[in-house]
């Protein structure tokens, strides 16, 4: 645990305090009107609130009862409602018949390469692969692993598994072989989606033979359905291998929606906790798109004729409920880019808004700086006049890159949603509205409906100004369920820190206004470039190479990534230390857990300062490489 907990604010509580006003237009116009009243109004019944939200979408069978806390921490929601969330997200709007002809998804590759689907086409693609999927008896429950670039065809796979009522599983094409296998192993997962190849940076990246290795190793795998993306060269294992276009050709062009429960699981997706193991986080077909939706419409201020950019990955939860279901449910059209920010110059972002027009761009903190190396010049010769909206996630915001983007992307004119919220919360907590007067690196109040808070470990609330650790009070359509076949780590990790409050993880501050400042995480979890990694992920890759005996790794502060990893390594007997076995150990390490893992440096040392259990003291050595106070070491016995 870090100190950070008791840590005094005020410094950054006074020094930001200066006010952004919305327009009296924005307040006007924006669908959650006064910002205040929104907010009162929820909180005298959220349960209502929720139920209306729920009436935004279509229900094969409504619920009995909206909310039932009878086997806590197992909440349900929208119970006894039968529902599907690939009908709400898609085959909703062509039953309506409204926005058939409407883009759902328009996409860009690095090379220039463009190409777009209306939700007709969308809804045509993605019943011929639910039809190809039924035929090879993929059914209700059943789990598909799906290893992708950003690119079309996911969104296809995504919304397939969920028409069928099957899980899928989203692994980050930035993991390792061994590190999708893990995750395929622990949801025994049938069919894995993947591409020939990415392209990134000018080059294809083999995602195939690192698909094969993971194949290698998980043998619940029964079918791979190769993408061709790249037209690359691939190996190709006639036994389970089968191109995506082969595998859809002949399929009917319509399909029917499975008809789920609300409380049956949509998807998994694994995100790292504090142990080595990753946890699948569940999320449900009806609570889900229910709070997604509604932060699409207040968060982001949705009318229906947006065209919509996040720019994450679909790997992560961002991209599920940001660059997918969210836009999706809304009907409006999403905008995918699969590359980097800054090819072939490092104005390609400004460029794609304004070639599409966007409306509203939300992004993350570390491309944000990333932008702010190349200078002002470059978003300054775009004008980005669609532009009404930017958001922030993942990491928090400095205030410095809160007024860069403020001032050069959205020219003073658009506000900044910087969204706080999780994986496991599965829709935007801790956000402004439009109409909320904003601080430039406050992610604002929670939304209307949720109570958030921060408080110390009994659970009380902390004063304004004060550190403390981040709990939501109450529950919400969109949390999670449970952890994928462990709901002892679910009970563990969420409800019994802080006994009868969901605990986040984080550290956090309110100020005298009730304003929200996130400063981090307090456990071993890090964000390297806003992606979310374990340091015990870390630790037991370093631990695999021969070498090394132990390892500790941390958390260091990076201008432009947030956080990047120090390690410190304790080598097997004999070995030396050497300029060639730390590019040899680096290399490994990349290997196991892929190109997310970004390390600045390997220290070779002889000990670990520890606790007389045995646990590494973690803040110790982050203490010690950032010449910070050590503290309470008490407890050290080495
Ligand atoms: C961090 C990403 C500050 C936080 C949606 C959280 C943030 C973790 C913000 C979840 C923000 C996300 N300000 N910190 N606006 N958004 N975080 O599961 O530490 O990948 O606990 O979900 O990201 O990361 P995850």
């Known amino acids: 645990m870090a100190k950070k907990e008791s840590r005094e604010l005020t410094d950054v509580l006074s020094s930001s305090q200066k006010k952004y006003k919305p327009s009296k237009e924005m307040v006007q116009n924006s669908n959650a009107g006064d910002y205040e009243a929104i907010l009162k109004k929820a909180a005298k019944n959220p349960l209502k609130f929720w139920e209306e939200a729920a009436n935004n979408l279509k229900w094969f069978k409504k619920w009995d009862e909206v909310f039932s806390d009878k086997e806590k921490p197992f909440f349900k929601w929208f119970l006894g409602a039968k529902c599907n969330l690939a009908y709400n997200a898609l085959d909703r709007h062509i039953e309506e018949g409204k926005i058939n002809k409407k883009t759902a998804i328009i996409w860009e590759e690095e090379s220039g390469r463009t190409r777009k689907f209306t939700y007709q086409e969308l809804y045509t693609e993605v019943n011929k692969l639910a039809n190809a999927l039924r035929g090879m008896g993929v059914d209700r429950g059943d789990r598909i692993a799906i290893y992708m670039p950003n690119i079309p065809e996911i969104v296809f796979a995504m919304l397939a598994c969920a028409k069928v009522g099957a899980m899928h599983s989203v692994v980050y094409a930035g993991f390792s072989s061994k590190a999708l296998a893990d995750r395929i192993d622990d949801a025994q997962a049938k069919v894995l989606f993947t591409a020939d190849g990415s392209f990134r940076r000018g080059k294809v990246v083999d995602l ?310 996130i400063q981090g995480r307090t456990d071993d979890v890090l964000k390297v470039a806003g992606h979310r990694i374990g340091t015990a992920e870390v630790e037991s890759a370093f631990v695999s190479h021969k070498s090394v005996v132990e390892a500790a790794v941390i958390g260091v502060p990076d201008p432009v990534k947030g956080e990047v990893i120090v390690a410190f390594v304790i080598l097997a007997g004999k070995v030396k230390p050497s300029e060639e076995l730390n590019m040899e150990i680096r290399k490994h390490v990349r290997k196991e857990i892929g190109p997310v893992a970004v390390i600045k440096d390997i220290k070779f040392i002889d000990k670990l300062p520890k606790t007389r259990s045995g646990k590494i003291m973690r803040r110790v050595l982050k203490a010690q490489e950032l010449g910070l106070e050590v503290g309470d070491t008490s407890a050290m016995v080495n």
């Open 208 to 517: 195939k033979s690192i698909a094969d290795a993971a194949v290698k190793n998980a043998k619940s795998i029964e079918k791979v359905v190769v993408v061709q993306n790249n037209k690359a060269k691939v190996n190709f294992n006639k036994k389970c291998d089968v191109w995506y276009h082969d595998f859809v050709k002949g399929q009917s062009v319509y399909a029917h929606c499975a008809e789920m429960d609300s409380e049956d699981p949509a998807f998994v997706l694994y995100t790292s906790g504090t142990t080595s193991k990753p946890k699948g986080v569940i999320h449900v077909h009806g609570g889900y798109p229910v709070g997604v939706l509604q932060t699409m419409k207040y968060v982001f201020d949705i009318k229906g004729d947006e065209i919509f950019w996040c720019t994450a990955d679909p790997g992560w939860i961002t991209g599920h409920s940001y660059i997918i279901y969210g836009p999706l449910l809304a009907g409006i059209t999403t905008l995918m880019y699969e590359g980097v920010p800054d090819m072939p110059k490092p104005d390609r972002i400004w460029k794609v808004v304004e070639k599409y027009k966007v409306n509203i761009l939300y992004t993350a903190p570390t491309l944000i700086r990333a932008m702010m190396k190349y200078g002002i010049n470059w978003p300054k010769a775009h004008k980005m006049e669609s532009l009404r909206l930017l958001g922030s996630v993942g990491e928090p915001i400095n205030p410095e890159a809160w007024k860069w983007f403020y001032t050069y992307v959205g020219k003073k004119r658009c506000p900044i949603m910087d969204t706080w919220w999780q994986t496991e919360t599965g829709m935007n907590m801790i956000t402004p509205l439009p109409s909320a007067p904003l601080k430039a690196g406050s992610a604002c109040k929670p939304f209307p409906g949720i109570i958030a808070d921060v408080v110390d470990k009994k659970g009380k609330s902390v004063p304004t100004g004060k550190g403390g650790f981040l709990v939501i009070r109450n529950q919400w359509p969109s949390m999670i369920r449970t952890i994928f076949n462990n709901p002892e780590r679910y009970i563990k990790t969420y409800w019994s820190e802080i006994r009868g409050m969901y605990f986040a993880g984080d550290v956090a501050a309110k100020d005298k206004e009730g304003y929200f400042w």
